[in-house]
């Protein structure tokens, strides 16, 4: 009877301090599994304050993050890995979707919504414009390979964001022309003949008090749609800036000289 109490004592202190280890494990594996999710869920962060986009998150189990370090067996991390030549197709994918909702939202009137739509899609291909040099290139091992219809979608999404953009910076109070003009340019670097571009830019440039080049792209807005109503108000408005502009200096040299 002792013996066996003896041996029920020894097994349940076995039992107390197999539990109390694997209490010590998790406690410092839970910090890195969260981090390692955490990191899945915001591995397309970037500018504008690095917002992540919705949709599924990659889940990862304790087991699948700690796999690698060796710290719990696992599957082989490098059978998750997907190929180059399919991350551009999959990120292209979906930007487009992001870009579809903004859409929707900005149809709806929801401007700062559409706002974060179009910066996910943009997120979505960050790096993959090959004009672009990346700053993580040396940290990675295969830089995905973009084809010519793929980098033709690309820079129509990027364009079609940009303009979009400006379109719903141009509707929140108070306006940021800064901005505007920005998101202009860079649709004009890829479409020149833009109209929406060339008269949102002219647009901004009124605003922030540079008539000339509010001038120069009104002008070729006009040119490429004269009968637009908005351009030709703004495009007014600006000659008559530059007109007062010109007299006050002619005044200014005639009570110089005169």
Known sequence: MRAGASRERERERGARGRAQALRRQVTWQRP????????????????????????????????????????????????????????????????????EEGNRCYKGGRFRDAVSRYHWALLQIKGLDPSMPSPLQKFVAEKPTVTPEQEKQLYSIQCDCYNNLAACLLQMQ??????????????LERQADNVKALYRAGVAFYHLGDYDKAQHYLLLATSRQPKDANVKRYLQLTESQLSSYLQKEKQLYMGMFG
């Open 174 to 187: 108070p306006v940021n022309y800064e901005r505007v003009k920005e998101y202009s340019l860079k649709v």
């Open 32 to 99: 890195l599994a969260i981090l390692v999710v955490f990191w899945a869920g915001h591995s397309t962060s970037g500018p504008e304050g690095g917002v992540a986009g919705p949709g599924k998150q990659q889940q990862l189990s304790l087991h699948g993050c700690l796999a690698g370090a060796g710290a719990l067996p696992g599957p082989r991390m490098a059978s998750a890995k997907v190929s180059s030549k399919a991350i551009p197709e999959q990120r292209l994918q979906q930007a487009s979707i992001f870009k």
